[in-house]
C-alpha cells in the first residue's frame, strides 16, 4: 500500500509537530507492508521581505493555494493520504473521499468555530476554521493522541465517533537518564538546579505565569534561574522579564538538537508545564524519560499523560506551584523516582503510534478491496 504522509511546512516552526510527522514517517519506512513517501513542499517567498505581519500572508497563500497545487501532481502517487497536522485538514478538499486520514491533535485550531465573534478579523478566523474542519469531516478517519482530546472532539461535536482512532505519541531514544556528551556543557553554561520549560510561548502555554512564578522563587532565591527551550518572548512577558528585573535569570534557547534537549531536561531541577490547555504535552514524557521531576497544571490531559508520577497544580495557583517548587527543587534525585519516570515514559512508542496508524489504512485498503470484488 502507498501512504503519502503531507507534513506541515517547515517555515512554521512548529518542532513538535516536526517531530511527530518525523517520527511516523521513520517507523513506517520499517514496515514492509507499507511504501512512505513524505511530502513537505518549501514555502513559496513573496517577492518583499516578509516581517511579522507579510510572514502571514505568506502562510496563508501557502496553505490554501501552494500546498492544493502541489497536490494535484501527487493525486495518483498515493492510494492514501495522511495528513499528519489537523490545521492542515483542508487539504483532503483536494483528496479523494474515502482515502484520506487527518491527525487531530487539540481542537484550537477549530475553536473560532465554537466560539463566534463579531468584525472582520474574527469572520477572517471563522471562515478559515471553518474550511478547515470541514475538510477534517471529509476525512474517513481522525487520529488523536489522547482521550482528552476525544472527548473534546465528540462534546464539541467536531466529528463523529466511528472516525476517531487513538494513536498515542512516542518518546525518541536521545530522551534517557544516562547523561551523554552535553551534560556537562549544560552544567558549564547553566549549571545545575534550574526550572525549565520546553514548549513554544503561545497563550495556552501559560509562560506569563511562569515569568510569574520565577520572580516570585527569586525573591526567596536571588540565585533562581529559568531556562525556557522553543519559544519566543511576547512583547508582554518581556515587559515582565524587564519589570521584575529578571534578564540575567532567564535563558531562552531555540534549534537545540534533541541530544542538547535530553541533556538540558537531566540538568534541570524540575520541569515546569503550566499550561491553561495541551492536546498531548511532549514535554512531560520527555521530562520523565530523562529521570526529571515534573510539575505541570492539573488538566485531565496531562494527567492521562503523567500519571501518578507527575505532581500536579492548579492553573494560576501561584502560591500553590512556588510551594511545590520550593519542595522539589531541594530534593535529590534518587535511583526509584528516576526509574518510576523512565518506566512511566516508556509507555509511549513511536513504533506503536506508526503501527496503529498503518493499521487502520491497510484496514481501509481491505475494505476497498472486498468492496470491489462484490462488484
Not at 465517533?161 to 556537562?184: K, N, T
Not at 519566543?232 to 534537549?261: C, F, K, M, Y
Not at 531541577?269 to 514524557?285: Q, T
Amino acid at each position: 500500500m502507498r501512504l503519502c504522509v503531507l507534513a506541515d511546512f517547515r517555515e512554521e516552526g512548529w518542532p513538535s509537530m516536526d517531530l511527530v510527522t518525523e517520527m511516523l514517517t521513520r517507523e513506517l519506512m520499517c514496515r514492509p507492508e507499507i511504501e512512505c513517501r513524505f511530502v513537505r513542499p518549501a514555502l513559496w517567498r513573496l517577492p518583499f521581505q516578509p516581517g511579522r505581519r507579510c510572514f502571514g500572508m505568506q502562510r496563508f497563500i501557502g496553505r490554501f493555494v501552494q500546498y492544493p497545487l502541489e497536490l494535484s501532481s501527487l493525486r495518483a502517487s498515493a492510494d492514501y493520504f495522511h495528513i499528519a497536522d489537523h490545521s492542515y485538514a483542508h487539504l483532503a478538499h483536494h483528496l479523494q473521499r474515502g482515502r484520506v486520514g487527518v491527525f487531530c491533535h487539540d481542537i484550537d485550531a477549530f475553536r473560532p468555530v465554537l466560539r463566534k465573534g463579531t468584525g472582520i478579523e474574527n469572520r477572517l478566523r471563522q471562515g478559515m476554521a471553518s474550511w478547515t474542519l470541514s475538510g477534517m469531516r471529509r476525512a474517513h478517519t481522525v487520529f488523536h493522541s489522547t482521550d482528552a482530546v476525544r472527548h473534546e472532539l465528540l462534546t464539541s461535536r467536531l466529528v463523529t465517533e466511528d472516525r476517531l482512532v487513538h494513536a498515542p505519541y512516542g518518546i525518541c531514544v536521545e530522551f534517557q537518564p544516562a547523561s551523554g556528551a552535553y551534560d556537562e556543557d549544560v552544567r558549564r553554561r547553566f549549571g545545575g538546579g534550574y526550572l525549565l520549560h520546553v514548549g513554544s510561548c503561545i497563550p495556552r502555554k501559560n509562560t506569563e505565569f511562569l515569568l510569574q512564578i520565577h520572580a516570585a522563587l527569586k525573591k526567596r532565591n536571588p540565585l533562581a534561574r529559568l531556562v525556557q527551550v522553543g519559544g519566543t518572548w511576547s512583547t508582554e512577558e518581556q515587559e515582565v522579564i524587564h519589570r521584575e528585573r529578571l534578564e540575567a535569570s532567564v535563558h531562552q534557547l531555540r534549534g537545540v538538537s534533541r541530544d542538547e534537549l535530553a541533556a538540558i531536561y537531566r540538568q534541570a531541577a524540575v520541569v515546569l508545564l503550566p499550561s491553561k490547555a495541551e492536546g498531548f504535552g511532549l514535554p512531560v514524557i520527555e521530562a520523565l524519560a530523562c529521570g526529571a521531576q515534573v510539575i505541570a497544571s492539573d488538566l485531565p490531559v496531562l494527567k492521562e499523560v503523567g500519571g501518578d508520577v507527575v505532581i500536579y497544580r492548579q492553573v494560576g495557583d501561584l502560591a500553590g506551584w512556588c510551594e511545590a517548587i520550593a519542595e522539589e527543587a531541594g530534593k535529590p534525585r534518587n535511583t526509584f523516582s528516576v526509574a518510576a519516570r523512565a518506566d512511566r515514559a516508556a509507555q509511549f512508542s513511536w513504533a506503536e503510534h506508526a503501527r496503529i496508524i498503518a493499521t487502520r489504512y491497510l484496514e481501509l485498503e481491505r475494505q476497498a478491496a472486498d468492496r470491489s470484488r462484490s462488484w
